[in-house]
């Protein structure tokens, strides 16, 4: 069962600000990262990801076989390099590249499903990362089946000291989508996994996908209504990429599949932020795919003309994210 009487501040009387909220000081018409984390601690903050070796359910029959039909498989390129450099390592190199631009830095444990090892082997890996210098917390990317109580108390402890993100990929609210794009799991298991998350004092990020095969506009506002009305503190969307070696990238090639324009795609993120709570964190609006096996669609590779766009989309309708939070259309 799920129980929505989870806090989440300023949000209880839903209703939609009516101009643009302070509380950001930014120039954009919606809440992104880099600014909350400068509100929040006074410096810039970076992310530097982190392949640590894990592999997922999803792609080695433990819950099914292939993964998501958008999913190269490939993790990250270190891995694809040969031996992973230790977690210490790894967050060194980063500090090394990105030092000029941020001070302090969140581990992000990125590359396939990063709560999917047993309860000794994750504690070493996060107390790795946790103990560096400059390392300020955690984002965790992870699966909502993938969440058992231990490993929600592990991040409950370190969250009483540090930053700590949980991020869970959902990509749709619709279970006719999600059984589409073989994810693995429900959107009832969704909702499980943030109501078990919360009252740990962790902070939750949810992924979606805007383009997935057999969605209609209608569809996309859908997941977004549904998710604003949720606990959750921050959002990554993307568009849908198709890659070589995926099952998608096969389906794309057949024809059997049209990839989202631009025009459509920024139009329905900025739909999509105009729905959302303006204190939610918007950690992304672009994907990434890596060049040497992308396909499409060819725009969502100029990642700043798409931000841009998004912004602009935004200020030509004198909107910005919120402008319509809790509104039933
Ligand atoms: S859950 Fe993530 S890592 Fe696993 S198959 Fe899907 S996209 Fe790939």
Same mark, same amino acid.
């Given at each position: 069962?799920?129980?929505?009487?989870i806090?989440r501040?300023?949000?209880?009387?839903?209703?939609?600000?009516?101009?643009?909220?302070?509380?950001?000081?930014?120039?954009? @018409?919606?809440?992104?990262?880099?600014?909350?984390?400068?509100?929040?601690?006074?410096? @810039?903050?970076?992310?530097?990801?982190? %392949?640590?070796?894990?592999?997922?359910?999803?792609?080695? #029959?433990?819950?099914?076989?292939?993964?998501?039909?958008?999913? +190269?498989?490939?993790?990250?390129?270190?891995?694809?390099?040969? &031996?992973?450099?230790?977690?210490?390592?790894?967050?060194?190199?980063? $500090?090394?590249?990105?030092?000029?631009?941020?001070? $302090?830095?969140?581990?992000?444990?990125?590359?396939?499903?990063?709560?999917?090892?047993?309860?000794g082997?994750?504690?070493?890996?996060?107390?790795?990362?946790?103990?560096?210098?400059?390392?300020?917390?955690?984002?965790?990317?992870?699966?909502? +089946?993938?969440?058992?109580?231990?490993?929600?108390?592990?991040?409950?402890?370190?969250?009483? $000291?540090?930053?700590?993100?949980?991020?869970?990929g959902?990509?749709?609210?619709?279970?006719?989508?999600?059984?589409?794009?073989?994810?693995?799991?429900?959107?009832?298991?969704?909702? %499980?996994?943030?109501?078990?998350?919360?009252?740990?004092?962790?902070?939750?990020?949810?992924?979606?996908?805007?383009?997935?095969?057999?969605?209609?506009?209608?569809?996309?506002?859908?997941?977004?209504?549904?998710?604003?009305a949720?606990?959750?503190?921050g959002?990554?969307?993307?568009?849908l990429?198709?890659?070589?070696?995926?099952?998608?990238?096969?389906?794309?090639?057949?024809?059997?599949?049209?990839?989202?324009?631009?025009?459509?795609y920024?139009?329905?993120?900025?739909?999509?932020?105009?729905?959302?709570?303006?204190?939610?964190?918007?950690?992304?609006?672009?994907? %990434?795919?890596?060049?040497?096996?992308?396909?499409?669609?060819?725009?969502?590779? &100029? $990642?700043?003309?798409?931000?841009?766009?998004?912004?602009?989309?935004?200020?030509?309708?004198?909107?910005?994210?919120?402008?319509?939070? #809790?509104?039933?259309?």
């Amino acid at each position: 069962m799920f129980f929505y009487g989870i806090d989440r501040k300023n949000t209880t009387k839903k209703e939609a600000p009516l101009v643009k909220p302070d509380f950001w000081k930014n120039s954009k @018409n919606y809440y992104d990262l880099k600014s909350y984390w400068r509100n929040l601690f006074g410096c @810039n903050v970076h992310k530097l990801a982190i %392949d640590a070796g894990f592999t997922c359910p999803n792609r080695d #029959g433990h819950v099914a076989t292939g993964g998501c039909i958008y999913c +190269d498989g490939r993790g990250s390129k270190l891995r694809q390099k040969g &031996n992973l450099p230790l977690v210490a390592e790894q967050i060194a190199s980063g $500090k090394k590249y990105y030092k000029p631009q941020a001070s $302090k830095f969140i581990a992000y444990f990125q590359t396939f499903t990063n709560t999917y090892a047993p309860m000794g082997k994750l504690r070493k890996i996060f107390d790795e990362a946790l103990s560096q210098e400059d390392i300020i917390g955690l984002s965790i990317g992870t699966r909502p +089946d993938c969440l058992d109580p231990d490993v929600i108390e592990l991040l409950g402890e370190y969250a009483k $000291k540090y930053h700590i993100w949980v991020e869970l990929g959902l990509q749709s609210v619709h279970d006719k989508t999600l059984q589409f794009i073989n994810r693995g799991h429900n959107f009832q298991q969704f909702l %499980d996994a943030v109501n078990s998350l919360a009252g740990h004092g962790l902070n939750i990020c949810v992924h979606i996908i805007i383009g997935l095969p057999g969605e209609s506009n209608e569809d996309v506002l859908t997941t977004a209504r549904t998710l604003a009305a949720l606990p959750l503190q921050g959002i990554k969307i993307h568009s849908l990429l198709a890659l070589e070696g995926t099952a998608l990238g096969e389906i794309y090639k057949k024809g059997s599949v049209c990839m989202i324009t631009k025009e459509k795609y920024v139009s329905l993120a900025a739909d999509v932020l105009e729905i959302l709570p303006p204190e939610m964190v918007i950690q992304r609006l672009t994907a %990434d795919g890596y060049r040497d096996i992308f396909l499409a669609p060819d725009w969502t590779m &100029n $990642k700043l003309d798409v931000l841009n766009s998004i912004n602009k989309e935004l200020e030509r309708r004198n909107s910005y994210q919120g402008k319509n939070y #809790g509104i039933t259309p």
